[in-house]
C-alpha cells in the first residue's frame, strides 16, 4: 500500500483530506515561503505547493504527497494571512463590495516513479458592503488569523459573502478535493 503524506501543518487541508477516506500523515515542509521578487500570485502559490511537496519528498521517496498553498487577491495585491487583528480588520476592509481571487496550486508528486501532477485552482468570492461593526464582530467570533485574506468560508464567514464561483467549493479552504481525488485515482488510489 502506497504512504500517503499531506506536505501541511494546516488544520483546514487535514480536515479537508480527511474526507476521503484515506489513511494519511501529516508531514510539515519546513521551506522558505517569501515571495520572490515581482513573481505573480500564480506563481507564487503554484510553486510553493510543488517545493512542500519537494521538500517532502527527499525525506520520503517511496510516498505519495500532498503539497498544497494558497494566497487571496484583492485588485491585484497578494493578501496573506494576516500580521494580527488590525490587519485582519485591514484586509476585510479593502475586501468589502469586492470580488476577491482565491488562489490554490497543489502538486501531488510519487518522487520514487517520477509521477507528478500539478494544477491551480481559481474560486471568487464577492464580499457584500461590510461595516466596522460586522468585520470586529467576525473576528472576534471566528478569528481566521491564520487564514489567507482572514476569511473563513466553511464558518461564520459565508455572512460576509454575496456570492462565490468556482469549480470545487474545497478550494477555498485550501485543498482542492474533486481534482485531489481524481489524481489520487490516476495515481491507482482507491477514492472512494
Same mark, same amino acid.
Request: charged content about 25%.
Given at each position: #500500500?502506497?504512504?500517503?503524506?499531506?506536505?501541511? /501543518?494546516?488544520?483546514?487541508?487535514?480536515?479537508?483530506?480527511?474526507?476521503?477516506?484515506?489513511?494519511?500523515?501529516?508531514? /510539515?515542509?519546513?521551506?522558505?515561503?517569501?515571495?520572490?521578487?515581482?513573481?505573480?500570485?500564480?506563481?507564487?502559490?503554484?510553486?510553493?505547493?510543488?517545493?512542500?511537496?519537494?521538500?517532502?519528498?527527499?525525506?520520503?521517496?517511496?510516498?505519495?504527497?500532498?503539497? %498544497?498553498?494558497? !494566497?487571496?487577491?484583492?485588485?491585484?495585491?497578494?493578501?496573506?494571512?494576516?500580521?494580527?487583528?488590525?490587519?485582519?480588520?485591514?484586509?476585510?476592509?479593502?475586501?468589502?463590495?469586492?470580488?476577491?481571487?482565491?488562489?490554490?496550486?497543489?502538486?501531488?508528486?510519487?518522487?520514487? %516513479?517520477?509521477?507528478?501532477?500539478?494544477?491551480?485552482?481559481?474560486?471568487?468570492?464577492? &464580499?457584500?458592503?461590510?461595516?466596522?461593526?460586522?468585520?470586529?464582530?467576525?473576528?472576534?467570533?471566528?478569528?481566521? &488569523?491564520?487564514?489567507?485574506?482572514? &476569511?473563513? /468560508?466553511?464558518?461564520?464567514?459565508?455572512?460576509? !459573502?454575496?456570492? #462565490?464561483?468556482?469549480?470545487?467549493?474545497?478550494?477555498?479552504?485550501?485543498?482542492?478535493?474533486?481534482?485531489?481525488?481524481?489524481?489520487?485515482?490516476?495515481?491507482?488510489?482507491?477514492?472512494?
Amino acid at each position: #500500500m502506497t504512504r500517503l503524506i499531506l506536505a501541511s /501543518s494546516s488544520p483546514y487541508r487535514r480536515e479537508l483530506l480527511q474526507r476521503l477516506q484515506l489513511d494519511f500523515e501529516c508531514i /510539515s515542509p519546513n521551506i522558505d515561503e517569501s515571495r520572490q521578487e515581482n513573481e505573480q500570485a500564480e506563481h507564487y502559490v503554484q510553486r510553493l505547493a510543488i517545493e512542500k511537496a519537494a521538500e517532502i519528498g527527499r525525506q520520503c521517496p517511496e510516498a505519495l504527497i500532498i503539497g %498544497s498553498d494558497q !494566497c487571496s487577491l484583492n485588485d491585484g495585491k497578494i493578501l496573506g494571512k494576516p500580521k494580527d487583528r488590525d490587519h485582519a480588520i485591514e484586509q476585510l476592509c479593502a475586501a468589502s463590495g469586492k470580488t476577491i481571487e482565491f488562489l490554490t496550486g497543489v502538486s501531488i508528486q510519487h518522487p520514487q %516513479s517520477g509521477w507528478q501532477q500539478d494544477w491551480l485552482d481559481i474560486f471568487e468570492v464577492t &464580499f457584500r458592503k461590510l461595516s466596522q461593526d460586522e468585520i470586529e464582530r467576525y473576528l472576534d467570533t471566528e478569528q481566521p &488569523f491564520n487564514c489567507a485574506g482572514s &476569511f473563513k /468560508s466553511e464558518h461564520l464567514g459565508i455572512a460576509l !459573502c454575496e456570492a #462565490m464561483r468556482g469549480d470545487d467549493p474545497t478550494a477555498l479552504i485550501g485543498l482542492p478535493l474533486i481534482k485531489v481525488a481524481q489524481s489520487l485515482r490516476v495515481f491507482g488510489l482507491h477514492v472512494p
